[in-house]
């Protein structure tokens, strides 16, 4: 089992920035990718950034170069910088960690971007 908490959401005005912060605990040893997703009422959630444990990244083309995703083994942390914030930017953000082909998600943290 693996416990995820995220941490960092707010109200931002556009152009301003963020950084969420994920927290795992339990077996991280069996985790093998954590990623960031982000879901509006209404719609599918969507992938917003991804990270293997040898440090592989991806990103769709809607938040490619504003967003950084980057993990602290260490701290069983993984962490998203978002810069250059639109209001479309505005969801729930739920931090996923793959595990032995299981997914885990956090709680969510609530990121508001105001124009």
């Known amino acids: 089992q693996v416990q995820l908490v995220e941490s960092g959401g707010g109200l931002v005005q556009a152009g301003g920035s963020l950084r969420l912060s994920c927290a795992a605990s339990?077996?991280?040893?069996?985790?093998?990718?954590m990623g960031w997703y982000r879901q509006v009422p209404g719609k599918q959630r969507e992938l917003v950034a991804r990270i293997t444990t040898s440090g592989i990244t991806n990103y769709p083309d809607s938040v490619k170069g504003r967003f950084t995703i980057s993990r602290d083994n260490g701290k069983n942390t993984v962490y998203l910088q978002m810069n250059s914030l639109k209001p479309e930017d505005t969801a729930v953000y739920y931090c996923k960690g793959e595990a032995g082909g299981w997914p885990y998600w956090g709680q969510g943290t609530q990121v508001t971007v105001s124009s």
């Open positions: 339990g077996s991280t040893y069996s985790i093998n990718a």
